[in-house]
């Protein structure tokens, strides 16, 4: 399974545009990538999957360059509930299935 | 419909004993997942179920972890002799199928005295 690496922490601003970046040199073809955020007390909450350019829902986008050896997790204006664990994971949708979380980026927001 | 739930949400035991935690999946889910957490780690990988069966193992830690989902539906994981290291919060999720988006419980605090 592909190794993820992120940064540890991030502070921001409310109203701003975040941008965490996730390094995954050893993707497979078969892989793709997902985002998930955790809050204190809970369980992780999936955010955004894609596999290769970009991908846009309603809380996110998630940019992926052509070689995909890295990932772009966006969150545009973000607010005070944004802040949380956004953790990066890298795996197939096929086949068995074994998640690996690394120890995601915490993401702090400041009034 | 009803999220994938756990019980109970806090237990505290004593070094030694033995103990269980449950998982409700989200119904019609067929693969379901334990993880482990220590506080400030991502969640680790523990076991996978695909319907009844355990499809991969290969993250419970040692024979005194062992977990079950006997009608595909709710699981048990189940910890012998418990030690203190096992204090942790353990994540229970489950998808539509495997390799599907996973959606995860509030999880259960276990504590170790």
């Known amino acids: 399974l592909a190794k993820t690496t992120q940064p540890i922490s991030m502070d921001s601003y409310e109203g701003q545009e975040v941008n965490i970046t996730c390094s995954h040199n050893?993707?497979?073809?078969?892989?793709?990538i997902t985002w998930y955020q955790q809050f204190p007390s809970q369980g992780p909450r999936f955010i955004i999957q894609?596999?290769?350019t970009k991908v846009t829902n309603e809380v996110a986008s998630l940019f992926i360059p052509a070689d995909r050896k890295s990932s772009t997790l966006s969150l545009p204006r973000v607010s005070l509930s944004d802040t949380a664990v956004y953790y990066c994971?890298?795996?197939?949708?096929?086949?068995?299935?074994?998640?690996?979380f690394g120890a995601g980026t915490r993401l702090f927001v400041k009034a | 419909g009803a999220g994938v739930s756990q019980t109970p949400s806090n237990k505290v035991t004593e070094k030694g004993k033995y103990v269980e935690l449950r998982c409700d999946p989200i119904?019609?889910?067929?693969?379901l997942y334990w993880y482990r957490q220590s506080l400030g780690q991502g969640p680790e990988f523990l076991i996978y179920?695909?319907?009844?069966?355990?499809?991969?193992d290969s993250g419970l830690p040692n024979d005194r972890f062992f977990a079950v989902r006997p009608e595909g539906s709710v699981s048990t994981l189940k910890i012998q002799r418990t030690e203190r290291g096992d204090s942790a919060v353990y994540l229970c999720?489950?998808?539509?199928?495997?390799?599907?988006?996973?959606?995860f419980g509030p999880g259960t605090r276990l504590l170790v005295l």
């Open positions: 999720a489950s998808s539509r199928d495997r390799g599907e988006t996973q959606y």
């Open positions: 050893n993707i497979a073809t078969n892989d793709y």
């Open positions: 894609g596999y290769k």
């Open positions: 994971l890298v795996g197939a949708l096929t086949g068995g299935f074994k998640t690996i």
């Open positions: 119904s019609g889910h067929t693969a």
């Open positions: 179920f695909q319907g009844t069966g355990a499809a991969d």
